[in-house]
């Protein structure tokens, strides 16, 4: 198994690319890590906002030592300085228009990621690596709106623009095509209550250069909060799960190789009397499967232009 490990390590860290975010790094499962960004969304995640071109800038690092096997089980990496760390830029163009279509605002968005990437692999030298990552391409957001109830649609495309090498360990680029249907919902009630999901579901490509195609993905973020005044007060969290098998050469791997994580932690806003929103948040990672599970920092910033 650890050969296996070994081999897919080399190929995984592109997963720091993932838009709306980054995802944790794969170490077993699926080639190159999830292709969303877990735990990304947070406070008003299901509500667009009026028309307008807004900015949004997500800086998240993750940090991990810790490697678990099919079982849930810590493996045992051959040396005792293994360690990922990621520090990935998101930069976020949205756009939304005043034109409505089925009763929604409709919007488009490109999501380009920055990637600074440090692997300490299972050879004595660290590798680092930093560039574009994976850009995104959101063609399709529709959302509606009600006096408490938000919802979004979207449709993306995750297009392999990030710098990849199969015999390298630090890719920052995954080097094959997803795509990811998206929904999301935000109640908030009249006193400050607040609750937010949403729910995504990713379709894996084979990658040419490996053979390799990933399993298709299902993984959601939540947000259960409050507000009070121009502050938000919640707990976020995520969950990822595998949902098909991992194959090469056409043929799927005995055991599927399907990842599976979950992260929870505290998370805090602050909106300006200019409409400009910062929060912050951490995750804790547990239950991982067939893949790494560490801590994840986020800090964004929202600006209406």
């Known amino acids: 198994m650890l050969k296996r490990v070994g081999k897919l390590l080399g190929v995984f860290v592109c997963l720091a690319v993932a838009i709306l975010l980054l995802a944790p790094i794969s170490a077993k499962a699926m080639e190159g890590g999830p292709s969303g960004g877990l735990g990304g969304e947070d406070f008003m995640g299901g509500a667009l906002p009026p028309p307008g071109f807004y900015y949004l800038n997500y800086l998240m690092y993750y940090s991990t030592n810790t490697v678990k096997d099919n079982n849930g089980n810590k493996v045992e990496i051959p040396t005792r300085d293994f360690k990922v760390q990621a520090l990935v830029d998101l930069n976020r163009f949205v756009y939304i228009s005043k034109f409505k279509f089925l009763g929604a605002d409709y919007g488009a968005q490109v999501i380009v990621p920055l990637v600074n990437v440090n692997v300490q692999p299972f050879t004595a030298t660290s590798e680092k690596r930093s560039g574009v990552g994976d850009i995104v391409l959101t063609p399709l957001i529709l959302g509606w709106h009600s006096k408490n109830w938000h919802g979004v649609f ?25 795509s990811e249907i998206a929904a999301a919902f935000t109640y908030m009630s009249d006193g400050g209550f607040e609750v937010s999901s949403k729910f995504m579901f990713d379709i894996n490509f084979k990658n040419p250069d490996t053979n390799y195609k990933s399993g298709n993905e299902f993984h959601m973020d939540a947000l259960v909060g409050y507000h009070i005044g121009p502050w938000g007060l919640g707990v ?65 910033v929202a600006i209406p232009f």
């Open 154 to 178: 979207g449709v993306d495309a995750f297009v392999p623009t990030g710098s990849y090498n199969k015999y390298r360990p630090d890719n920052i680029g995954r080097n094959y095509w997803s």
């Open 236 to 300: 976020n969290g995520y969950y990822y799960k595998q949902v098909s098998d991992d194959s090469m050469d056409g043929v799927t791997f005995l055991d599927g190789n399907r990842g599976q994580v979950i992260g929870i932690g505290p998370a805090v806003n602050y909106t300006t009397a200019k409409h400009i929103t910062f929060s912050a948040k951490y995750h804790k990672e547990m239950s991982a499967k067939n893949m790494t599970e560490g801590d994840r920092f986020w800090l964004k």
